[in-house]
């Protein structure tokens, strides 16, 4: 089975700040990972995901997260916030044979003018 | 782009009515899901479906739910009887091609389901 743990359902940053959502994740095989990010009143949209090879991956909107084994972590980043970053974000997991995914309770990021 | 697309947006529904979401999936996907997000909570994961039958499902998923694929485009969840507490954001997803899957699942825009 897997699970994901999302730490801090808020977050907030001043504009221009550096953004640091993180993710821990549960699997007991190879876990395929992945950030959604859901503004008001829409869907989930992929912002990036990790399968296999490079850990550091690179997303939309200037975001990436960096697939740590060791540390069972899967921290979504972006250098710089910008007002437009402000949503609801999700970390998941799919692993195994499972082909749903399994969603952490999201985080709130509100960026500060 | 390919998109999910659901329908109703919004619905709203006495206690005890039956209702039923559409989706129609991406064309050419193959897996297809439903997922609930009660307000201010997390996404949950309801059924997957898969070669006309349902693959997986979780708890949540009782006998007052089902999915069904009536035709070749459309995917439905419907809830027989509702309760006050189905009252919830429902967003399909698909995924997967007849080729290699990266493993995302790509989501429609949700229904939003009011139950008085």
């Known amino acids: 089975a897997q699970s994901v743990t999302q730490l801090g359902s808020h977050v907030s940053v001043s504009e221009g700040a550096l953004v640091l959502l993180r993710c821990n994740y549960s699997?007991?095989?190879?876990?395929?990972l992945f950030w959604y990010v859901q503004y008001p009143n829409q869907g989930l949209q992929l912002l990036l995901k990790?399968?296999?090879?490079?850990?550091l991956v690179k997303g939309i909107n200037g975001f990436e997260a960096e697939f740590k084994k060791s540390e069972t972590s899967f921290h979504l980043t972006k250098p710089s916030a910008h007002m437009s970053d402000a949503a609801e974000y999700f970390c998941?997991?799919?692993?195994?044979?499972?082909?749903?995914?399994?969603f952490g309770s999201g985080t709130q990021l509100t960026v500060l003018p | 782009e390919p998109e999910v697309t659901q329908t109703p947006s919004h619905q709203v529904t006495q206690m005890g009515q039956e209702v039923i979401l559409r989706c129609v999936p991406i064309?050419?996907?193959?897996?297809f899901y439903w997922y609930r997000q009660i307000l201010g909570q997390k996404v949950e994961f309801l059924v997957s479906?898969?070669?006309?039958?349902?693959?997986?499902k979780s708890e949540i998923f009782d006998d007052q739910f089902s999915v069904e694929r009536p035709d070749g485009s459309n995917f439905t969840l419907k809830i027989r009887s509702t309760k006050l507490e189905d009252s919830a954001m429902y967003f399909c997803?698909?995924?997967?091609?007849?080729?290699?899957?990266?493993?995302?699942?790509?989501f429609g825009e949700g229904s939003r389901l009011t139950v008085l």
């Open positions: 990790y399968t296999t090879g490079a850990t």
């Open positions: 997803a698909s995924s997967g091609t007849s080729g290699r899957s990266t493993g995302e699942l790509f």
């Open positions: 998941a997991v799919r692993g195994g044979s499972a082909r749903q995914l399994t």
């Open positions: 479906f898969y070669n006309n039958e349902i693959s997986e």
């Open positions: 064309s050419n996907h193959l897996y």
């Open positions: 699997s007991s095989v190879p876990p395929y």
